[in-house]
């Protein structure tokens, strides 16, 4: 896959749809299922249910890179499930959470899922909450009627999906996390008691997080446009990392860290580590003074 030229990001926030408008989430065809699952490494499932959807999810995490290389690229971030399902199966790429939670939740409709998108704010240093639509995640119900939360775009985050409706702990290989009820009626997700996003139980239009992209990938006061980022999960469970020139592996506790001097280093490492070939490297702007 090589790079192409991408309009320039426009000035202002594209329009959402009106609050009467009712689209038709995307849903594949058979071949794009199948082609989706050759991606990711996994079998069609017989059914679809909670099992099959943990599987899915982690091999979603190992494969299909948490990224924001798009926005250095001068590529377009566009919010279709089509043109997604195009961009992580067909070009092999990833994506942030717009983008690789909507193709995820393509597949599986495919399936036979039933899934809504739920809008989520990061919580950040100090508890502070991010913009409205700073995030999103899934609301995923199986052929059986149980409800999981899946989120395979939050970077380091649950290896599996989270059952939707519990309010105890619950064990998973990246910690321990808890769904907890807010006062104002949303749901505050917690990993190893730290508060992650605070997310909202209506479901969303995929047009509705067009505002909270277009903020992410234009605002100076976005960390995706002032770092680059490029993570999976690895096999091992820890995570491997390309932060600019800085390769991240981490597992077990330990942690270990190198810088790529040269371009060849670095598109090497983009195309071994994480299976995405670059003509161009992204590169960051510095900061304006």
Not at 205 to 218: C, I, K, N, S
Request: glycine fraction near 10%.
């Amino acid at each position: 896959m090589t790079t192409q030229p991408a309009p320039a990001v426009p000035s202002e926030p594209p329009a959402t749809q009106g609050p009467t408008a009712q689209p038709v989430p995307f849903v594949p065809a058979p071949s794009e299922v199948e082609a989706y699952l050759r991606r990711i490494g996994a079998e069609r499932p017989v059914r679809a249910d909670a099992a099959a959807l943990r599987e899915l999810h982690l091999r979603h995490l190992r494969t299909v890179p948490f990224e924001n290389l798009s926005i250095h690229l001068g590529e377009p971030v566009v919010l279709d499930g089509k043109a997604l399902l195009d961009k992580v199966v067909g070009a092999r790429r990833g994506g942030f959470c717009y983008e690789i939670n909507t193709a995820f939740a393509v597949l599986l409709r495919g399936l036979g899922y039933g899934v809504e998108l739920l809008q989520a704010r990061v919580v950040g240093e100090g508890g502070k909450p991010g913009i409205p639509y700073d995030h999103m995640a899934l609301r995923v119900e199986t052929a059986e009627g149980e409800r999981w939360l899946a989120d395979v775009g939050f970077g380091d985050h649950s290896h599996f999906p989270l059952a939707f409706d519990a309010r105890d702990d619950q064990e998973d290989p990246g910690g321990v996390f808890r769904i907890a009820e807010t006062s104002d009626g949303d749901l505050e997700v917690l990993r190893d008691g730290k508060p992650q996003y605070l997310a909202e139980t209506r479901p969303r239009e995929l047009a509705d997080f067009t505002a909270g992209a277009w903020y992410h990938r234009t605002s100076p006061d976005s960390h995706f446009t002032r770092s680059l980022i490029c993570s999976r999960l690895t096999e091992e469970g820890g995570r491997i990392t390309l932060s600019g020139r800085k390769l991240i592996a981490s597992a077990h506790g330990e942690r270990d860290e190198r810088i790529l001097d040269e371009d060849d280093e670095v598109r090497k490492a983009y195309r071994e580590l994480f299976g995405i070939e670059l003509d161009a490297l992204p590169v960051v702007p510095p900061p304006a003074t």
